[in-house]
């Protein structure tokens, strides 16, 4: 098992940037595939995107390609969702999901293990 905590979210004006952090401890971070969703009020959470164990395959939603950035780095048990060009509909609670699954995941219910999510918020 693993457990994840989310931070680094906050209020930004629209056009702005700002990087979440999603750190583990439990079990090495290397087992898993790593996730980013996001759920806004109202609205089912929405897959953001993904990274492999190693990290070397990385696979965005097109709603925010060209725009958010994922990576890890195993060694200090860390995933990272750089958000550059944000705009008010990225506002939602962002979550870090863990998976055991090989492979890219991009459905909810394939992840195990989830942060209790960071709130990010953009001004128009």
């Known amino acids: 098992q693993v457990q994840l905590v989310e931070s680094g979210g906050g209020l930004v004006q629209g056009g702005g940037s700002l990087r979440l952090s999603c750190v583990s401890s439990?079990?090495?971070?290397?087992?898993?595939?790593m996730g980013w969703f996001r759920q806004a009020p109202g609205k089912e959470r929405e897959f953001v995107g993904t990274?492999?164990?190693?990290?070397?395959?990385?696979y965005n939603a097109d709603v925010v390609k060209g725009r958010f950035i994922i990576s890890r780095d195993n060694a200090k048990s860390t995933v990272y969702l750089q958000m550059n060009s944000l705009k008010p509909e990225d506002t939602a609670v962002y979550y870090c999901?863990?998976?055991?699954?090989?492979?890219?995941?991009?459905?909810?219910?394939?992840?195990?293990?989830w942060g209790q999510g960071t709130q990010v918020t953009v001004s128009s």
């Open positions: 990274i492999s164990r190693e990290g070397s395959i990385i």
């Open positions: 439990g079990r090495t971070l290397s087992s898993y595939g």
């Open positions: 999901a863990a998976t055991p699954q090989y492979g890219l995941a991009t459905n909810p219910a394939n992840f195990g293990s």
